[in-house]
């Protein structure tokens, strides 16, 4: 079984910055890419960053270039996302997942339980 555990999530001003980390305990992780995803209220779920787990490769939704980066730390099991220059409409339940390099959700195994992030404007 695969655990992923979010952190750092929180309230913060436009302009300001937060960094999530996502935990993973269990099986190896040798196989599997690492995303992050995030849900509005009233909306779906959708795809932010991912990250490979071989060979760092990483891919962003275009909402979020340039302003936020995915990293991990494969020796802890962990995973970032640096999320600068912060929208209020980047308001939303961030989720963790582990399964296929993919930007879609359906080819994610495992999920986090999710962490809210607030951009007040």
């Known amino acids: 079984q695969v655990r992923l555990v979010e952190s750092g999530g929180g309230l913060v001003q436009a302009g300001g910055s937060l960094r999530l980390s996502c935990a993973a305990s269990?099986?190896?992780?040798?196989?599997?890419?690492m995303g992050w995803f995030r849900q509005a209220p009233g909306k779906e779920r959708e795809f932010v960053a991912v990250?490979?787990?071989?060979?760092?490769?990483?891919i962003y939704a275009d909402s979020v270039k340039g302003r936020f980066t995915i990293s991990r730390d494969s020796a802890k099991k962990l995973v970032y996302l640096q999320m600068n220059s912060l929208k209020p409409e980047d308001t939303a339940v961030y989720y963790c997942?582990?399964?296929?390099?993919?930007?879609?959700?359906?080819?994610?195994?495992?999920w986090g339980q999710g962490t809210q992030v607030t951009v007040s404007s």
């Open positions: 990250i490979s787990w071989s060979v760092v490769t990483t």
């Open positions: 269990g099986r190896t992780f040798s196989s599997y890419a």
């Open positions: 997942a582990a399964g296929a390099f993919s930007r879609t959700p359906y080819d994610y195994d495992y």
